[in-house]
């Protein structure tokens, strides 16, 4: 594509700008209003607030961090009008109808960040280049300022190319990746269900610069939850049959979690993260919170896990005499790309220079929730897909010097445009 280069410039300086401000899952205000703002300047119609988040649907939205966020955006230049505008719900969609009959394509950039504390040492190139976050304990560490930058230009390009297109483009800019949280709300919302066409990517992975994965597998399956047991405090000297034991339960139901019998057909995983609970010394403890996910394969393995996973909840309850809850607070769905699809993205890739394209299954290790948007436009009868466009990068994704190589950009732009162009064409 001959002008793509015309955005370079913007890819390089949004990344970095964004990469100053980093927020953490439902509380990217101040992203979203710089979005908003961003896609209105290109001609953009753009939707936020309920019209592309469904509030019965959220998964794992603290609304004190909300509270909070709001008010370090409003402190941060966002008006008070914007913040009404998303109505206490981050994200937005921004649309272009090329107004010639043609499909509806919806693409998928993700916003958050990772409570993470960014490195400030020298060789890490944020720091030594003046881009580092200037906010400590939060970190663009998975590369969504990436993203974001280079959703940003594709719909700047769009816009200066919307006479050479027909049908009409979405750009869905999802809150919440990180703990699968966010894409069951914007799912839900019915935003995409006019998608005849779905589209997203992430950048790295388990792909280098110049490498772009256009069959990735291994997307797992998972459900997080939090789990609380609710017993009763007493004198640990004076009465401790009067109490119930809420770490004792969860106590047992954690290690009889790990010991769940895998699943023939396929991978599984299991973890407790975090178990907070006890008030002291000598009181039986009353309360107690796991934090917790389970992975499968398959559907199929992961509803296995999570069912086997309820009932050793349950039954360690009923042995202490416990009440307990559980709260879903992200999932995430496999998926397998529309093979008319992955062709669209062979030729795209492949008609950039350097880039080399992979279609042998790579896998991708880990959970992503656009595939819940992506496996509602496949329910609906749309076409979707996911790529990862090789960058090399410093360090792991979500760790402290997390950085990716900026070239992989240029060419990502540049697929995007390309499969864009192909998929309009349609
Ligand atoms: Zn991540
Ligand atoms: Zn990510």
């Known amino acids: 594509m001959s002008d793509i280069c015309a955005y370079h410039d913007q890819l390089i300086n949004v990344r970095r700008h964004l990469h100053t401000m980093p927020e953490e899952g439902w509380c990217e205000f101040r992203t979203t209003a710089y979005l908003i703002e961003t896609l209105r300047g290109y001609g953009y119609e753009v939707l936020t607030g309920t019209k592309v988040i469904d509030p019965e649907s959220c998964l794992g939205r603290n609304p004190k961090l909300v509270e909070a966020a709001q008010q370090y955006a409003l402190e941060n230049g966002v008006s008070q009008a ?80 919307k006479d050479e297109m027909k049908g009409r483009i979405k750009f869905l800019f999802q809150p919440a990746e990180e703990g699968v949280r966010g894409a069951a709300g914007m799912a839900a919302s019915g935003i995409a269900d006019d998608a005849d066409f779905f589209l997203a ?41 009067a109490g ?7 106590c047992n139901a954690f290690v009889q979690l790990l010991g769940i019998p895998r699943h023939g057909s396929g991978m599984s995983r299991i973890n407790v993260g975090q178990l907070t609970a006890g008030e002291g010394r000598n009181v039986i403890p009353s309360k107690a919170v796991m934090k917790m996910e389970v ?23 009923i042995a202490q005499g416990c009440e307990y809850k559980i709260e879903k607070m992200g999932e995430a769905v496999d998926l397998i ?3 008319e699809m992955v062709e669209v993205l ?12 992979r279609d042998d299954p790579m896998n991708f290790g880990g959970s992503e929730d656009a595939t819940i948007i992506a496996r509602r436009v496949q329910a609906k009868g749309g076409k979707a897909a996911f790529f990862v466009l090789g960058a090399d990068r410093p360090s792991g994704h979500h760790t402290a010097k997390f950085d990716v190589d900026e070239k992989a950009l240029d060419t990502g732009l540049e697929v995007w445009a390309n499969a864009v162009t192909a998929l309009l064409a349609k």
């Open 337 to 339: 790309n529309d093979e």
């Open 201 to 241: 990517a992430h950048i790295a992975m388990m792909c280098k610069s110049g490498e772009v994965s256009i069959k990735p597998y291994g997307f797992l399956c998972t459900t997080k939850l939090d789990v609380t047991y609710q017993g009763a405090p007493a004198h640990a000297g004076v009465e401790p049959n």
């Open 295 to 317: 992975r499968g394969e398959t559907a199929e393995i992961n509803t296995y896990m999570y069912e086997r996973a309820v009932d050793i909840i349950k039954g360690c309850a």
């Open 82 to 161: 914007m913040l009404d505008e998303m109505e206490g719900f981050t994200g937005c969609c921004a649309v272009m109808d090329t107004g010639r009959p043609g499909p509806t394509l919806a693409v998928r950039f993700d916003i958050d960040c990772i409570p993470v504390q960014e490195s400030h040492e020298p060789d890490h190139k944020p720091a030594k280049e003046g881009f580092v976050s200037e906010r400590p304990g939060f970190m663009h560490a998975c590369g969504h300022d990436a993203h974001m930058s280079t959703g940003l230009a594709l719909a700047h390009w769009f816009a200066d190319h």
């Open 244 to 250: 119930k034991n809420a770490m004792a339960a969860a």
């Open 346 to 357: 062979r030729k795209a890739a492949g008609a950039v220079k350097g880039v080399t394209v």
